[in-house]
């Protein structure tokens, strides 16, 4: 089992830069996809970025639409991924969640993700 709590959500204006924080538990992220997805009110969930760190391999692929913008990193030390947003527009506004699956398989597809966080709210104002 892994659990996953995301913070670092909140109000921000337009150009402004957020991190977010996805806290793991129950096992070391090391060895999974840490994915990050994002969802605005009427719409879907979306894939924004998966990561994954397995011996001296890493690896991560971006939504086009945060390509340049946006960056996942971990802290092994604090079993930790960060999601770094800088130029922050206000269609970036939704609920972002992480999620964790094992590696192998889809990365992008939030039905192929085992574990899911609560949830933070990122808003981007104008």
């Known amino acids: 089992q892994v659990h996953l709590v995301e913070s670092g959500g909140g109000l921000v204006q337009a150009g402004d830069s957020l991190r977010l924080s996805c806290a793991a538990s129950g096992r070391t992220f090391s060895g999974y996809y840490m994915g990050w997805f994002r969802q605005a009110p009427g719409k879907e969930r979306e894939f924004v970025g998966a990561a994954s760190w397995s011996g001296s391999s890493t690896f991560a692929n971006y939504a086009s639409f945060v390509k340049g913008r946006f960056t996942i990193s971990g802290d092994n030390a604090k079993n930790t991924v960060y999601l770094q947003m800088n130029s922050l527009k206000p269609e970036d506004t939704a609920i972002y969640y992480c999620?964790?699956?094992?590696?192998?398989?889809?990365?992008?597809?939030?039905?192929?993700?085992?574990?899911w966080g609560q949830g933070t709210q990122v808003t981007v104002s104008s």
């Open positions: 999620a964790a699956r094992s590696l192998g398989g889809s990365y992008a597809s939030t039905g192929s993700y085992d574990y």
